[in-house]
């Protein structure tokens, strides 16, 4: 049977479990035995790239250019020998940051955040439907040498894939209970400044209207990448 691996930047089981969303039941969907792991200190041993059939990088609060975060050379290293074999990498978020950035490209400040939800072009259909993606984010990548830009913005590269591999700045796991744990690991006085600039209270409905399309869109996107796998080059 096949084997992901979710890596999360959160102690398990708690907080970090909270935050894989609809990506690991979409894995499962597909016949993937999925673990949730964490490089972060004190996290239990994960399965080493040569072991997995995929590798799942999720969102962080941290920042992928912040070589000050005491775990990110530890990740930035296990994710750069899963492209070494040819280990087939989603990255979401500050992992397709992390994966854009291992992939030779730079990570820095967005123009401008992004916090909601976004509607979004695709120059490739048939690997990343248009549609509507949640986004919360400060940071953004330029495209990696060698990849192929599937969504831009005025913000930046939006989706790119690199062989078997597809990084996405946008959330496509999102679920309200994930946003309502992000909301409660937020330190007061960052929550005040957000809340100062976004009306949360209006976009925790429109995930609760949105969470039935997001569950959807989330396993659609997992098909495609995973039933590229076969045919793309390593």
Known sequence: MARALVLVHSPLPEPGGHYVGTMAPALRELGYTV???????????VPEPEQL???????????????????????????????????PVLGVCFG????????????GRAPRPER??????????????????????????????????LARNDVGVQAFTHGPHLGLQFHPEITPD???????????????????????????????????????ACRDLVARFCARQASSPV
């Open 96 to 107: 397709g940051q992390l994966l854009a950035r291992a992939l030779g490209a730079t990570v």
């Open 178 to 216: 994930v946003f309502a744990h992000w909301v409660a690991a937020w330190p007061s006085k960052a929550r005040a400044a957000i809340e100062a600039q976004l009306d949360l209270a209006a976009l925790t409905a429109e995930l609760n209207a949105r969470a039935e399309a997001s569950a959807a």
């Open 116 to 149: 909601g939800f976004v509607t979004l072009g695709s120059a490739d259909p048939a690997v990343l439907p248009a549609g509507t993606w949640m986004e919360f984010h400060y940071d953004a990548f330029t495209l990696p040498p060698g990849a192929v830009a």
């Open 35 to 45: 673990t949730v792991g964490t490089l972060v200190e004190g996290g239990e041993p």
């Open 53 to 87: 059939d995929a590798l799942v990088i999720l969102g962080s609060a941290e920042s992928a250019s912040d070589d000050s975060v005491p775990w990110l050379s530890r990740e930035l290293t296990f994710v750069r020998r899963a492209l070494e074999i040819g280990t």
